[in-house]
């Protein structure tokens, strides 16, 4: 029931913390609307679901100077107003211009989100814009969390709560604070104490071992941090990719602070990594206290340093390898263009993938120490058991040093 309390008062902080940013969205739209938004356009345009009924073979079409790939499908409209009815449309393979790169084909029965465009003489429009994937990823995530229960059991359960509450964090505070304009690196701070406090005190409840967890992770995503702000300032990263940079020309109304979401990404994406050090260093921790009675905060200290050297080798590869497995298709590319290594290191979309992947594990390098010396200080009073008691009025059997 505490646990449940916990998860409660965790969604009202939120409403409450989200509460002032759609404020904030509605107020402020009305300012970013230009003449040319106000006017009243004689186009209509709208987004719906529709599926496929019957898809052609795919062939070459002549546009310009250009030659695409494409499949002549036929589909049924699923909602809107033009529910149940039926177009004949083209879906473009070609994914670039030398038609290199294919998608997939379409398939009877496959569902698909579709654009339909209306001009003021009542010409209706239809394009196929992407496969409708809302589904298989729905389906996904019910085997995920099935998974979970599956293996986890009550434990299970307690992590798909924590889950849920990371999930809730990122978007209605992290994401949405950042897009209300809300200072990137304060919002992330907050995202970040709030993941971390909830989601401890949810699996474990309270106790020194969650504490020192829960600290010792703040520690080491600050200490990340700080570093990729530090590094990112001295290689002069912008924080825009090449992907952002295109998307950012098309946005009239909202501006982003680029270098902040760099110190944001990371300390996200170093958070899952850290707080799992930080737990495993206070769990083991916690089980020498519970064994060993009359150990000295000096060789709890030792000890957890000596359990976080073989957690760190693990952890700094997951990370790594993580950041890698994003990048490879890139970095392919980039060879394939006969890029040398020191080329590609210097392109500001690799440079900041390597900045992050070291600033994130030097993140869970610093959570150890941090970690034990927070759980050691905690417990640095000792208590001695006895097998025979020294008072057997009182009957003690443990005496405070």
Request: aromatic share 6%; proline share 1%; charged share 15%.
């Amino acid at each position: 029931m505490k646990k449940i309390a916990i998860f409660g008062i965790f969604i009202l902080l939120m409403i409450t913390f989200i509460n002032p940013i759609f404020a904030t969205e509605q107020t402020s739209a009305p300012e970013t609307e230009t003449a040319e938004n106000a006017e009243e356009s004689s186009t209509t345009s709208i987004q719906v679901t529709a599926r496929i009924l019957e898809a052609g073979e795919p062939k070459q079409v002549q546009t310009g100077s250009v030659m695409d790939t494409v499949q002549e499908v036929k589909i049924e409209i699923l909602e809107g107003v033009y529910e149940d009815e039926e177009f004949t449309t083209n879906y473009n393979l070609s994914y670039d211009i030398d038609g290199k790169i294919l998608g997939y084909e379409l398939e009877v029965g496959d569902k698909v989100i579709v654009q339909i465009v209306e001009d003021e003489n009542g010409n209706v429009a239809v394009t196929v814009q992407e496969l409708s994937r809302n589904g298989y990823i729905i389906l996904m995530m019910i085997l995920f969390l099935g998974s979970i229960v599956l293996v986890g059991g009550k434990q299970g359960i307690k992590a798909i709560m924590g889950l849920i509450v990371t999930i809730l964090a990122v978007y209605f505070i992290l994401i949405k604070g950042i897009y209300a304009g809300h200072n990137a690196i304060l919002t992330t701070l907050l995202t970040t104490m709030m993941i971390i406090g909830f989601t401890f005190v949810i699996i474990g409840g309270f106790s020194k071992k969650i504490l020192a967890a829960a600290l010792g992770t703040l520690g080491g995503i600050i200490s990340s941090g700080i570093v990729a702000v530090i590094f990112a300032h001295l290689a002069k990263l912008s924080g825009a990719g090449e992907e952002a940079i295109q998307l950012s020309m098309n946005i009239t109304t909202v501006n982003f602070n680029f270098r902040a979401l760099i110190f944001a990404g990371i300390v996200i994406a170093a958070l899952g990594a850290c707080m799992d050090v930080g737990m495993s260093i206070a769990s083991s921790l916690d089980e020498i206290k519970n064994k060993t009675k009359d150990i000295s905060w000096k060789e709890l200290f030792k000890s957890g340093m000596n359990i976080g050297k073989d957690v760190i080798g693990t952890m700094t590869n997951t990370l790594i390898l993580a950041y890698v497995g994003g990048a490879l298709t890139l970095i392919l590319l980039f060879l394939a263009c006969d890029m040398g290594m020191n080329e590609i290191l210097n392109k500001e979309t690799i440079a900041q993938e390597v900045i992050s992947a070291i600033a994130g594990s030097m993140g869970v390098v610093f959570t150890v120490p941090i970690t034990a010396l927070i759980y050691s200080v905690l417990n640095r009073r000792k208590t001695a058991y006895k097998t025979i008691s020294d008072n057997k009025l009182d009957g003690n059997r443990s005496l405070k040093l």
